[in-house]
């Protein structure tokens, strides 16, 4: 069985995907492994950004400075470290795989960034007594550390994120992908319960504590998960469509294989707006929480109640995808934010309802996240899908990098009304519905949920 036309093979209890067989304890531990990587993965995740918030907060930085540093920073570095990494990822043979090595690389660049963020708020402090008269002030100062330590940490992470979905795609059976990013889902879930419940109202208070456990357990964590998977046997790379290749012939090649097909371009672009459209409500929640009174740890709580929703109707989500196709449950997701977006830019104008509003769009919000984790891997072809799937996230991250530092300057001139950021949200919900239509439009030309072939 080449790589190319991998199939399911099921014989009682066993599953191969390409080179690879698993027996159904050996599909388990793959599963147990990698769910544990996504445990530290988004412990950091779920906490990482939040803390960097809320020491751009405590330090002074502004509604822009914050829409640069947390919007429009990681899409830039995005841009520039995905379609490499993503291509040569794709292209490279090695006895630790195409995938693992990638990953590996990355993971004392993360914890060296997490423990120097850690640490921005002293630094900043030496800094500033150091430079004396000629300093920016301390405010400043911390904030220049925070975003040198965040723009490495975010280096790492995209890094991770190029080439992960793509390992994924590599090791666990297609006909079950829907049920494992349920559970991938699960994990991440979990990990936002921990963290907003018990942790996020201590966070101002003992970051220091808090990131250099988050960065011991993502070091150990992940490091393991890329120990024990194993990838299988992959075909030749193939020769290149000329002798003089070079890098402008691969990124020209880059660029047609992404951008040729209209129908993949259609996907990048609704998935693009569908990715951003719950970033400017986020990016400013915890401000907005504070405007309306709402303590640090009773929003936390709240955010750990939608991610305890979310976790209760992950696996139904993700076994409902398998059987209906995820094209279709992000579209009625989509639909579902629109309308809480909708509702909230009405409503939410004080603690009890901006309460309701942060829950309902949280919920909403997941349930797009899980319909819409195993999507790509649905659509796009096997062969090339680290360099598909980053085009798309090119286009997110140039969407992201154009829209919150706009965001940010549109709040500071509205005199900080975050309830404007539900707008923001509802029209983007709207774009990502109408670009997924004419994406679904075609998907039935192509085969549709039972014949579908990935152009």
């Not at 400075?65 to 947390?70: N, R, S």
Request: net charge positive; glycine share 12%; aromatic share 14%.
């Amino acid at each position: 069985m080449s790589y190319r036309d991998r199939k399911i093979s099921r014989n009682g209890k066993v599953w191969q995907v390409g080179t690879l067989t698993y027996t159904m304890g050996g599909l388990a531990a793959l599963f147990c492994w990698l769910l544990w990587g996504d445990f530290a993965w988004y412990m950091k995740d779920r906490s990482v950004p939040q803390i960097v918030q809320l020491l751009l907060g405590k330090y002074g930085a502004s509604d822009s400075i914050v829409g640069i540093l947390l919007g429009s920073l990681p899409p830039a570095l995005t841009i520039l470290v995905s379609p490499v990494i993503s291509y040569k990822s794709d292209r490279h043979r090695g006895p630790w795989g195409r995938r693992i090595p990638y990953l590996l690389a990355s993971i004392p660049v993360v914890v060296f960034a997490v423990a120097g963020l850690a640490f921005s708020p002293k630094m900043g402090g030496l800094l500033h007594r150091s430079l004396g008269a000629h300093s920016p002030g301390l405010n400043g100062c911390v904030v220049g550390f925070i975003g040198l330590f965040w723009g490495l940490a975010e280096l790492a992470f995209f890094t991770v994120n190029a080439v992960y979905g793509a390992l994924v795609n590599d090791v666990v059976p297609p006909e079950i992908l829907g049920r494992f990013f349920a559970m991938f889902r699960a994990v991440s879930l979990i990990a936002g319960i921990i963290f907003n419940y018990w942790l996020l109202g201590n966070a101002d208070v003992h970051s220091i504590l808090i990131l250099l456990a988050i960065g011991l357990l993502y070091g150990i964590g992940f490091g393991l998960m890329c120990m024990k998977v194993k990838e299988g046997a992959y075909p030749p790379v193939p020769p290149p469509s000329s002798p003089s290749s070079g890098i402008l012939l691969s990124v020209g090649g880059y660029f047609r294989d992404c951008f040729g097909n209209s129908y993949y371009f259609w996907f990048f672009g609704a998935m693009a707006m569908a990715w951003t459209m719950a970033g400017p409500f986020n990016l400013y929640a915890m401000f907005f929480a504070k405007s309306v009174s709402m303590s640090l740890g009773t929003y936390g709580k709240c955010i750990a109640l939608t991610y305890a929703v979310s976790l209760v109707i992950a696996y139904p989500l993700g076994a409902l995808c398998d059987r209906f196709h995820p094209l279709r449950v992000t579209m009625a997701s989509i639909g579902f934010y629109a309308c809480v977006m909708l509702w909230g830019g009405i409503y939410a104008r004080d603690f009890n309802t901006f309460g309701i509003a942060l829950v309902a769009q949280g919920v909403v919000s997941g349930t797009f996240l899980t319909a819409a984790s195993s999507l790509s891997q649905r659509l796009l072809p096997r062969t090339k899908f680290a360099e598909l799937n980053s085009a798309g996230a090119i286009l997110a991250s140039i969407a992201t990098a154009l829209l919150y530092p706009f965001v940010g300057l549109f709040l500071d001139h509205a005199h900080h009304t975050y309830r404007y950021t539900f707008y923001f949200g509802f029209a983007l919900a709207l774009m990502a519905l109408a670009g997924l239509a004419v994406v679904h439009s075609r998907f039935l030309k192509l085969g549709g949920p039972s014949g579908y072939v990935a152009p």
